[in-house]
DNA sequence: TGACAATACTGTATGTAATACGGTATTGTG
DNA sequence: CACAATACCGTATTACATACAGTATTGTCA
């Protein structure tokens, strides 16, 4: 058995791991335009997507490093920030992901439907 | 720049990291009977769930570790096979997840209409 | 009956990636 | 002037998928 305190932390892993993916493709559609993370966290909160920094800033790392975004310092803003914006690979990335979320979402609407 | 092929890597990397939450949730509602590992398998591909042996049984062996799932070895069968099973926790897991997916599936559905 | 595909799992090494942690510094607000 | 909000970075740690190599049985069909 579990502590209520363990299982609440499993919990909570396995629902971040359910998000993470989707995440990714929401991000890489908000990035059609332009944002600097902080603005893209709020975003994503907005739109009920919740993501920490300890997440938010290593993933854009991550997709820029995979060539799926590209950044950009703009120092002329009240501050300095690092707007990111999907490339041409990230935006075929995203394409096949909507493609692989339709089918999820057909498959999981079935199923779930089936088993209530 | 991407090569083709690195490219095409990072695409099934991304596209495996959307469906992975998904299969958790699908293999959670699934077992509410008993399968075992190569039926249960067989069972999310008829239901157009990708996923191989090397990502299947040490998914089985990390929820059964994490207390969500229940195993039995059943040596009756023709041959004898690991049966898994949800426990009480992992339905309450797999309920949650359920929750999660709701709420990602309007969020998503509303950004992806807005985005078209 | 002999070969070969399908079935059904295990253990452990490797690699990828999230998350945690600690930090820095500026800008807005009461 | 204090303090919350903004806006980021680097690296250590941990979790986990995936790869790999293996073992052995059962069914099929020529």
């Known amino acids: ?45 907005n739109r009920s997507f919740e993501i920490s920094q300890d997440t938010l800033y290593p993933l854009l790392r991550r997709l820029e490093k995979q060539n799926l975004l590209i950044s950009e310092w703009v120092v002329e803003d009240p501050r300095p920030r690092k707007y990111y ?6 935006l075929e990335v995203c394409r096949k992901l909507r493609e692989e979320w339709d089918t999820l979402h057909t498959a999981i609407g079935g199923l779930l439907h089936e088993y209530e």
């Open 1 to 45: 058995m579990n502590t209520e305190e363990e299982t609440s932390i499993i919990i909570e892993r396995n629902r971040q791991e359910l998000s993470r993916g989707v995440i990714t493709l929401a991000l890489l559609t908000i990035l059609s335009a332009p944002h600097y993370g902080y603005s893209l966290q709020k975003e994503l909160q």
């Open 85 to 90: 914006r999907v490339s041409v690979t990230g």
